[in-house]
Nanobody, 131 residues
C-alpha cells in the first residue's frame, strides 16, 4: 500500500507562495493518480488538484485554478503542489492522496465528494496564510 508523506507547509503572507511535496516510493511509476486535498478549520476536507496516472493530465478545483500547479517528477518519486498568490482562505491542512490507476481527477470541483475514491493518505502538512 502506498504511504505518501507531505512536506513543505509553513507560514506565508498574503500574496506569497509555497511549494508542497508529496513523496512515496510508488510514485516512481505512472500507476498512481495523486491528488491534493485540504481541510480548513471547521470545514470538511475538499479536493484541490489532481494529476492523473496514465498521461499526467492535471485538474484543479475552481478556487485554485490559475494559482496552483500540480506536477510530478518520477525520478524523485515526488508530486509537487506549487501554490502562488496565496490568501487567508487557503489556510488549511493539506493532504496528499493516492489512487491506483483510474481516478476521478477530471471531476474535481472543490468538494469532499471524491475523498472516498482515494485510499492512501499522508498525515498532512499545515499551511497558514497571514493577512
Amino acid at each position: 500500500e502506498v504511504q505518501p508523506v507531505e512536506y513543505g507547509g509553513g507560514l506565508v503572507q498574503t500574496g506569497g507562495s509555497l511549494r508542497l511535496f508529496c513523496i512515496a516510493s510508488e510514485l516512481a511509476t505512472s500507476d498512481y493518480a495523486i491528488a491534493w486535498f485540504r481541510q480548513a478549520p471547521g470545514d470538511e476536507r475538499r479536493d484541490v488538484a489532481c494529476i492523473s496516472s496514465r498521461d499526467s493530465s492535471t485538474y484543479y478545483a475552481p478556487s485554485t485554478k490559475g494559482r496552483f500547479t500540480i506536477s510530478r517528477d518520477f525520478a524523485k518519486n515526488t508530486v509537487y503542489l506549487q501554490m502562488d498568490n496565496l490568501g487567508p482562505e487557503d489556510t488549511a491542512i493539506y493532504y496528499c492522496a493516492a489512487r491506483f490507476k483510474l481516478s476521478p481527477c477530471a471531476y474535481f470541483n472543490g468538494t469532499s465528494y471524491y475523498i472516498r475514491h482515494f485510499g492512501s493518505w499522508g498525515p498532512g502538512t499545515q499551511v497558514t496564510v497571514s493577512s
